[in-house]
Antibody, heavy 116, light 113 residues
Framework: EVQLLESGGGLVQPGGSLRLSCAAS????????MRWVRQAPEKGLEWVSG????????DYADSVKGRFTIARDNSKNTLYLHMNSLRLDDTAIYFC?????????WGQGTLVTVSS | DIVMTQSPDSLAMSLGERATMKCKAS????????????LAWYQQRPGQPPKLLIY???TRDSGVPDRFSGSGSGTDFTLTISSLQAEDVAVYYC??????????FGPGTKVEI
């Protein structure tokens, strides 16, 4: 069974930093491109960032470029999202998701709240 | 970026009725290489992550009931639920992956009973 388990969310002040993690199991993690998608409260889905299966290609939404960094450790089957200079409008549930095109599997998400 | 729009914003239906919702892309998502449309549909129930229903515009994912069907090509797409069930209450999102890894989602259509 495929499982994606996010962690690392929480309450942070504007300008602060957080690191999200996503532990993957049940599939060959190193063979799949991965991505982060977020959902602000009562809002729709927004792609945040993606990374190739080997980690040699990354891309970011314009709204987070220069502030967020996606990474992966294939030896640990884990995906990361380093978030710096957090803003109020970064408040959202952050989902870990797999698949290079459509998303086959989603994690349950981790809530990031940016507030003073 | 390709902008996705969906209509209507919400649908109030009765059990057993046919529900139809639209998705429009700001440019064509038809791949000339395989003649397939890079368009997926998801269902998101309250408090849950999205669930994949359909990819390549009309291919149902494994285990998805056949009352769900997708159609369309180019820029205009439709998701149809042939006979609405209580468990179909959810928000439905379309997503283009023509510009993957930069994917974009529509704003969603909320289905209520």
């Amino acid at each position: 069974e495929v499982q994606l388990l996010e962690s690392g969310g929480g309450l942070v002040q504007p300008g602060g930093s957080l690191r999200l993690s996503c532990a993957a199991s049940g599939f060959r993690f190193s063979s799949y491109a991965m991505r982060w998608v977020r959902q602000a409260p009562e809002k729709g889905l927004e792609w945040v960032s993606g990374i190739s299966s080997r980690g040699d290609f990354t891309d970011y939404a314009d709204s987070v470029k220069g502030r967020f960094t996606i990474a992966r450790d294939n030896s640990k089957n884990t995906l990361y999202l380093h978030m710096n200079s957090l803003r109020l409008d970064d408040t959202a549930i952050y989902f870990c998701a797999n698949g290079p095109n459509w998303v086959d599997y989603w994690g349950q998400g981790t809530l990031v709240t940016v507030s003073s | 970026d390709i902008v996705m729009t969906q209509s209507p914003d919400s649908l109030a239906m009765s059990l057993g009725e046919r529900a139809t919702m639209k998705c429009k892309a700001s440019q064509s998502v038809l791949h000339s290489s395989n003649n397939k449309n890079a368009l997926a549909w998801y269902q998101q129930r309250p408090g849950q992550p999205p669930k994949l229903l359909i990819y390549w515009a009309s291919t149902r994912d494994s285990g998805v009931p056949d009352r769900f069907s997708g159609s369309g090509s180019g820029t205009d797409f439709t998701l149809t639920i042939s006979s609405l069930q209580a468990e179909d209450v959810a928000v439905y999102y379309c997503q283009q992956y023509y510009t993957t890894p930069r994917i974009t989602f529509g704003p969603g259509t909320k289905v209520e009973i």
